[in-house]
């Protein structure tokens, strides 16, 4: 089993920044490639990047290419996620994910996921 945590979220004003962290325990971490999500109020779980098991491989939403960046440091055990520039439609629930295959953009395809990290973007 793997076990996630988020951390790092808070209240921002528009165009500032936040780091999200997501530390993971259990299962050997670089074998899991690892997502961040994000869900608003009355919106369904929305896709926001990934990374490979090995960090060479990321993908991203359109909405956030050039803003975001995903990353991870195998020895911490831990996923990043740098958020810049941030705007008022950015503020969600960001849950950090985890799987044992390749990067993916779809939530069914991931299995194990942290308790959420609110970012709240104000304007």
């Known amino acids: 089993q793997v076990q996630l945590v988020e951390s790092g979220g808070g209240l921002v004003q528009a165009g500032g920044s936040l780091r999200l962290s997501c530390a993971a325990s259990?299962?050997?971490?670089?074998?899991?490639?690892m997502g961040w999500f994000r869900q608003a109020p009355g919106k369904e779980r929305e896709f926001v990047a990934a990374?490979?098991?090995?960090?060479?491989?990321?993908s991203y939403t359109d909405s956030v290419k050039g803003r975001f960046t995903i990353s991870r440091d195998n020895a911490k055990n831990t996923v990043y996620l740098q958020m810049n520039s941030l705007k008022s439609e950015d503020t969600a629930l960001y849950y950090c994910?985890?799987?044992?295959?390749?990067?993916?953009?779809?939530?069914?395809?991931?299995?194990?996921w942290g308790q959420g990290t609110q970012v709240t973007v104000s304007s």
């Open positions: 994910a985890a799987r044992g295959f390749g990067v993916s953009s779809w939530p069914d395809d991931y299995d194990y």
């Open positions: 259990g299962r050997t971490f670089s074998s899991l490639a």
């Open positions: 990374i490979s098991r090995s960090g060479r491989s990321t």
